[in-house]
């Protein structure tokens, strides 16, 4: 068992193969982050440092992490939005799904939803997605949606709501507070067109919709506190390439998002492809990165590698290797920073003793929630030391 990544050992490593043993002799690094040399990379860890040391009290940064289902379930970014927020003050919980989604969770916020359909850009083509790739749809008039944070809920909340409607109708989407009060929604509809509206509430916020509007992600911020907000904008079985599933204007509601840290954590999925498009998968990643630097140009971007990942009991998926070494390759190429989840993990086939100690799935490619949670730990650590050595 690796009880330390923070020095550099020699780790021997036995694999059982069929018939015989063959022992690996393998050297696992140190876990950090790593600035190929991102433009906006001291000023994020200046921001960071600001809230830390309380000089900035209206101050808000907002990481967000686009992802698969390492992300899906909001338990990596649960534990680092908890830990972040402990340190930096707490901002909020970032953006959401319009409704609850099934074999996906949050740690901070429920859902209770009545009459709705949900569309998913993982599994359709050529609709108008919004960011995240999920429409919430009323299968009937009067569908209705509650959404609750997990605990204290007796302070306003910023809500930014992402929505369509598919008629001039005005009455086709109303918002009320925790006092069951109509709050007034100051936009004009303009059919056909994703638009955000942003209003002040307590929560639980109660959704009321009727057939002819879409609802699309939703953010939630605590109103007018500083602190750091974690957001999870994830599918689960996501490749890199469901971006271009999404509307054409999706990277407006990015930049609305104002994010400082944009997290790229794909990649798993795209390593059991045995016939990947290593150019093509490294021009779609390039691609990706420039249209975040357009849409954010004030961000840093940090690509996170797919964590350690076996096919079966001895072998990697065919295109593991190819896909941590495009990932690399990139992150030098267009200068963001880099985190190598397998290299947190201890190296290679470490997930083996990640499911020994409880920490992984017997699939060997998902972790259990203590698995996510030390994951989100390391990253955090590493993350602190990174705004130390920049700030």
Known sequence: MIKSLKYIITVIAVTITVGCSVAESKTTTVSTIVDFGDPNAKQFAMRLKSLEDNKKT???????????????ADFFTGELRTLMQQKYGNAGIGWITPVAIKGQSHAAVTWCSKN?????????????????????????????????PRGSNNKDWQVKLTFKTLKNNTNSLALYDANNHKINLSNTPKSNTWQT?????KMPLVIKGQKDIELGGIWLTRYQQPGVIVSSIATNGAKQTIWQKWGKDWFKELSISQSDLIILEYGTNESFDGALDANQYRKNLVNNIRLIRKTLP?????IMTPPDTMANETNMPKSFAKIMDIQKQVAKSEKTLFWDWQVAMGGKYS????????????????????????????????????????S
């Not at 209206?58 to 899906?72: E, P, R």
């Not at 108008?128 to 959404?147: E, S």
């Not at 004030?298 to 940090?302: D, F, G, V």
């Open 58 to 72: 209206d101050q808000v940064v907002n990481i967000t992490q686009f992802g698969d289902s390492h992300s899906a």
């Open 351 to 390: 997930i083996k003793q990640w499911r020994k100690r409880g920490l992984a799935r017997p699939d060997l490619v998902h972790q259990t929630l203590r698995g996510y949670k030390e994951s989100a730990r390391i990253f955090y650590a590493d993350l602190n030391e990174f705004v130390r050595k920049n």
């Open 197 to 201: 509206a942003s209003v002040v509430s």
């Open 116 to 148: 709705w359909n949900v569309l998913s850009s993982r599994t359709l083509s050529n609709l108008d997605f919004p960011m995240g790739g999920f429409i919430a749809k009323p299968n009937k008039d009067f569908a209705t949606i509650r959404i609750t």
């Open 298 to 302: 004030n961000a840093t971007i940090l």
